[in-house]
């Protein structure tokens, strides 16, 4: 196993009507700017509830946060926090908002470039002000970690970022807020929240055998839980697994100790942030051709994850790498989700450009050894359609 140290601060509060503690989590001196996306909140119930909890505070709002939050819309909301002396930042929705209020609470006192907060890694800033939030889309996880990912409006870019200063303090997870969700949002979710798993799973052995065990356990329950909220999406229980399934795939824990990936996501952003896919589009699409590309160097824990998640025993190494990769494929499909960029319209005379971007964001190295280049990177593309 890896050194490591591991702090994260993030008080959880999870389950049904938990909305209504929210004042206790916020002093009464607080001035709050509530954040939220295009609306969802309101059609479904969250933002009377929110509201009514904090009757005895004193609220400001910034809405409209649009999916892969983009910089310079967030930018508007500083004159507000200064205008009305906001020291309080509260996100209402998913990964979008929470990131979004993320990059607000770093930049509202930010002396810099506030670019710089997303294209230096870790942020540089010696402040933040301070973050709660209620999670409405289980998948990001951005509710218990300090990471961001921030989009540039009409460029290339969509980045991602973090810094110690941005865990929120509490998280509110009330599965009953994601009975709303569209399919399309629920299987996003289950396979962004696979993908973090695999990031931070599939590489090499280390001996970490309670991070692999844990690891496996979250594949385990997405597995058997998916099929439950797509035939009842008010599956009460289903929901409240998958809410916090995907809040452990991306919270440290089974982060910590091993070796890390991240490439499926590094390369998926610049087809995210060209294409339009969303971001559980385009990483169920990279992650079956990088897997199949780095099946050398990852041998011993796709061999591991086919015995223990698909109980793939039988036949050689590579049939069962194979078998391994397309029951993943086949269980992606099951929840209506695309595994081929060509589904999309996208054809293989549009990889050049997407390797252009991951160069001009100096993204040419990596993966867990960082022997991703930009010829592999073109390779992996390529076995995307
Ligand atoms: O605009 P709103 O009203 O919020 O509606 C959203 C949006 O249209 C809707 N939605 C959310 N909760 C709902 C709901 N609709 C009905 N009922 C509900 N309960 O769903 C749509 C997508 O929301 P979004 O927040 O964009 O989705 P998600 O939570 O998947 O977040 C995606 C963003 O997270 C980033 C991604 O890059 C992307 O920008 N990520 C952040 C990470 C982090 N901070 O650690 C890591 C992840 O890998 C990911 O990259
Ligand atoms: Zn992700």
Same mark, same amino acid.
């Given at each position: 196993?890896?050194?490591? #140290?591991?702090?994260?601060?993030?008080? &959880?509060?999870?389950?049904?009507?938990?909305?209504?503690?929210?004042?206790?989590?916020?002093? %009464?001196?607080?001035? &709050?700017?509530?954040?939220?996306?295009?609306?969802?909140?309101?059609?479904?119930?969250?933002?009377?509830?929110?509201?009514?909890?904090? @009757?005895?505070?004193?609220?400001?709002?910034?809405?409209?946060? %649009?999916?892969?939050? @983009?910089?310079?819309?967030?930018?508007? %909301?500083?004159?507000?926090?200064?205008?009305?002396?906001?020291?309080?930042?509260? %996100?209402?929705?998913?990964?979008?908002?929470?990131?979004?209020?993320?990059?607000?609470?770093?930049? *509202?006192?930010?002396?810099?470039?506030?670019?710089?907060?997303?294209?230096?890694?870790?942020?540089?800033?010696?402040?933040?002000?301070?973050?709660?939030?209620?999670?409405?889309?289980?998948?990001?996880?951005?509710?218990?970690?300090?990471?961001?990912?921030?989009?540039?409006?009409?460029?290339?870019?969509?980045?991602?970022?973090?810094?110690?200063?941005?865990?929120?303090?509490?998280?509110?997870?009330?599965?009953?807020?994601?009975?709303?969700?569209?399919?399309?949002?629920?299987?996003?979710?289950?396979?962004?929240?696979?993908?973090?798993? #695999?990031?931070?799973?599939?590489?090499?052995?280390?001996?970490?055998?309670?991070?692999?065990?844990?690891?496996?356990?979250?594949?385990?329950?997405?597995?058997?839980?998916?099929?439950?909220?797509?035939?009842?999406?008010?599956?009460?229980?289903?929901?409240?697994?998958?809410?916090?399934?995907?809040?452990?795939?991306?919270?440290?824990?089974?982060?910590?100790?091993?070796?890390?990936?991240?490439?499926?996501?590094?390369?998926?952003?610049?087809?995210?942030?060209?294409?339009?896919?969303?971001?559980?589009? *385009?990483?169920?699409?990279?992650?079956?051709?990088?897997?199949?590309?780095?099946?050398?160097?990852?041998?011993?824990?796709?061999?591991?994850?086919?015995?223990?998640?698909?109980?793939?025993?039988?036949?050689?190494?590579? +049939?069962?790498?194979? +078998?391994?990769?397309? @029951? #993943?494929?086949?269980?992606?499909?099951?929840?209506?989700?695309?595994?081929?960029?060509?589904?999309?319209?996208? #054809? @293989?005379?549009?990889?050049?450009?997407?390797?252009?971007?991951?160069?001009?964001?100096?993204?040419?190295?990596?993966?867990?050894?960082?022997?991703?280049?930009?010829?592999?990177?073109?390779?992996?593309?390529?076995?995307?359609?």
């Amino acid at each position: 196993m890896l050194n490591f #140290t591991l702090q994260n601060p993030t008080k &959880i509060i999870f389950g049904k009507n938990q909305i209504k503690n929210l004042a206790k989590e916020i002093p %009464a001196n607080k001035r &709050i700017l509530l954040t939220y996306g295009g609306g969802s909140i309101k059609s479904n119930g969250v933002y009377n509830k929110v509201i009514k909890a904090l @009757k005895n505070h004193v609220v400001f709002e910034f809405g409209g946060i %649009a999916p892969n939050p @983009k910089f310079e819309q967030l930018l508007a %909301a500083i004159p507000i926090i200064k205008k009305n002396k906001i020291d309080f930042l509260l %996100a209402v929705g998913g990964g979008s908002v929470i990131d979004g209020t993320k990059f607000i609470a770093a930049a *509202a006192n930010y002396k810099g470039d506030p670019w710089k907060i997303v294209t230096q890694d870790p942020s540089p800033i010696e402040h933040a002000l301070p973050i709660g939030c209620v999670l409405t889309l289980p998948a990001a996880a951005s509710e218990m970690n300090c990471g961001i990912v921030i989009s540039k409006t009409n460029s290339p870019d969509k980045i991602s970022s973090g810094n110690d200063l941005l865990y929120p303090q509490f998280a509110i997870l009330d599965p009953t807020t994601t009975f709303s969700l569209p399919p399309r949002q629920t299987t996003n979710g289950i396979v962004d929240t696979f993908i973090h798993v #695999t990031e931070q799973y599939l590489t090499y052995p280390v001996g970490a055998h309670l991070q692999d065990r844990l690891a496996e356990s979250i594949l385990l329950t997405l597995i058997e839980e998916a099929p439950r909220v797509l035939s009842d999406p008010k599956d009460y229980n289903a929901r409240a697994n998958l809410m916090w399934s995907a809040t452990w795939g991306l919270n440290d824990f089974i982060g910590v100790g091993v070796p890390n990936d991240w490439a499926t996501h590094m390369l998926s952003h610049e087809i995210t942030s060209r294409f339009g896919l969303d971001h559980g589009q *385009a990483i169920a699409i990279v992650v079956l051709s990088l897997l199949s590309l780095k099946r050398k160097q990852k041998k011993e824990k796709i061999l591991q994850y086919a015995k223990r998640i698909w109980n793939i025993t039988q036949g050689s190494d590579n +049939e069962k790498i194979d +078998e391994a990769i397309t @029951k #993943t494929k086949n269980f992606f499909e099951s929840l209506g989700i695309k595994t081929k960029l060509s589904c999309y319209g996208i #054809t @293989k005379n549009q990889v050049p450009a997407l390797i252009k971007q991951l160069k001009s964001h100096k993204l040419t190295a990596l993966g867990e050894h960082g022997d991703i280049d930009l010829k592999q990177s073109e390779k992996i593309y390529r076995g995307c359609f």
